[in-house]
């Protein structure tokens, strides 16, 4: 009876230690959330080339740590995070929407409404110019008469 | 109007024209690392002789982290010679320079350290992680510790006999940490 109850409590021990390992086991991370992170960090040895789409050494390290980071619970944004400390902003190939960065996001707006306006106006003057030529001309009709006696005799 | 019109479009372009100017004017490679005046990142590594290389275990001491790879030509040829010097002039003083290559293949960096007889303790960074806790992104790039283990100095491309020696001066210069 008392060997029984040994072996019981072994068992326990036994499947209480395997749960509690697999729940500290990392956890399992989707190849996409490590493309989608890598998509947003600059490839610190490449020119215009993001970390998931680099075939450098440098970036394939780089996605490595992504995954073990993101395997060790870290959120996406946490991951992002850690590689803005150590490289700062210009690691992010978008540059993050306030500030003085917001200059990149509003400025090209900003030329495009100029750049509609400017044709507008420039439309509207070019339409008014050609109306004021179209405009009938007065004619002597004692004139139009003796160019058309002329163009008759065809002299 | 007429007048004022003729004179907007080139107002206009004024500011961008100035940013241009601000912007082709700055260097794509100066980018200022965070890190600086932060406590610099621990590491662990493991030299090329098999011994323990951290951080941690050299706190009190001004630390020379040098980034290099033995492709790294030319810089990292130049630089060599120049910290090996300086190693041997300021080891007794209380500075210890570490070698950490990074990309590279252990046979070329075992040859890169014998050819040039470098005596400071190098260890290769296999996965990376040291480099990028380092914002590393080039090489070579060197990093000046002082004594309070922080990040003061980071300095990219060969590192001069001049640079070696007045960064360090002014950080034995310093009190010791208590």
Redesign the interface.
Known sequence: MRGARARLLVAAALVAAALTSASAQSKTVSEETVHEVAGRLRC??CQNLSVADSPS??AG??R??IRERLAAGESPDEVQRY??????E?ILLSPPRRGFNLLVWLLPLVFVI?GFAVVAILVRQWTRRRRGVAEPVAVDPAMSERIRREVERGS | MKRLWRWLIPLAALPVLVLLAYGFRMSPRDIPSPLLQKPAPSFGLTTLDGAALALAAHRGKVVVLNFWASWCYPGCYEEAPVLEKNWRAYRERGVIVMGVAIQDKREAVEKFVKDFGLTFPNAQDLTGTVSVDYGVYGVPETFFVDRQGRIRVKHVSAVTDELFRDTVERLLAEPEPR
């Open positions: 610190v040895v050494e440098m390290q780089m490595a740590i590689f803005v400390q150590r490289y700062g210009w100029a």
